[in-house]
């Protein structure tokens, strides 16, 4: 089964920032990954498909990239909406989510 | 608008059988897989189980092979999900979630195991 780990688990950073969350699979995965975001109460949101594709009505703050076994959620200016947690998923090889990232505002 | 609505949760006693339902609208139900995800109280995410469009295919998750059973009827535009020998690790909100990759997803159906 392939293993995803995401760091770091909890994130605190400042609005206006430029946020940065990894997600490690334990083999490659070909790119075949999501990120979703969850907020509290609510059910988790596709932000982005393979790696980098932004989910239709997604702001474009939010990218991804990567390759292999490591991959990378960018938020390019944090705004106080985005906290959440977020997970990755991979769909390579059966279905995987990641622990999750939690993020909060400083 | 795609809109997915669960139901059937509850509390159950261990060793129990509870069925989900989880029923489409505002999108074709028969041109898609769907699956279930669940999260456990204050955990993170765990996909289920998979179907495909007319049930050719479909997979489940170690943690529950031999002990759920996915199905759908497309002509109801309903998704199930048969649930026996539940344990107390079974406790989670199940979500059912459109497309072999998620994109649109249910608000949840709280299932309780605990005698």
């Known amino acids: 089964d392939i293993q995803m780990t995401q760091s770091p688990s909890l994130l605190s950073a400042s609005v206006g920032d430029r946020v940065t969350l990894n997600c490690k699979a334990s083999?490659?995965?070909?790119?075949?990954l999501n990120w979703y975001q969850q907020k509290l109460g609510e059910a988790p949101k596709l932000l982005i498909y393979?790696?980098?594709n932004l989910q239709t009505g997604i702001p474009s703050r939010f990218s991804g990239s990567g390759s292999g076994t490591d991959y990378t959620l960018t938020i390019s200016s944090l705004q106080p909406e985005d906290v959440a947690t977020y997970y990755c998923?991979?769909?390579?090889?059966?279905?995987?989510f990641g622990g999750g990232t939690k993020l909060e505002l400083k | 608008e795609v809109q997915l609505v669960e139901s059937g949760g509850g509390l159950v006693q261990p060793g129990r059988s509870l069925k989900l339902s989880c029923v489409a609208s505002?999108?074709?139900?028969?041109?898609?897989?769907m699956n279930w995800i669940r999260q456990a109280p204050g955990k993170g995410l765990e996909w289920v189980a998979y179907?495909?469009?007319?049930?050719?295919?479909?997979y489940y998750a170690e943690t529950v092979k031999g002990r759920f059973t996915i199905s759908r009827d497309n002509a109801k535009n309903t998704l199930y999900l048969q649930m026996t020998s539940l344990r107390s690790e079974d406790t989670a909100l199940y979500y059912c979630?459109?497309?072999?990759?998620?994109?649109?997803w249910g608000q949840g159906v709280m299932v309780t195991v605990s005698s």
């Open positions: 505002g999108f074709t139900f028969s041109n898609y897989g």
């Open positions: 393979y790696t980098n």
């Open positions: 083999q490659n995965i070909n790119k075949n």
């Open positions: 179907i495909s469009s007319g049930s050719s295919y479909i």
């Open positions: 979630a459109r497309r072999y990759i998620p994109d649109s």
């Open positions: 998923y991979q769909y390579n090889s059966g279905w995987t």
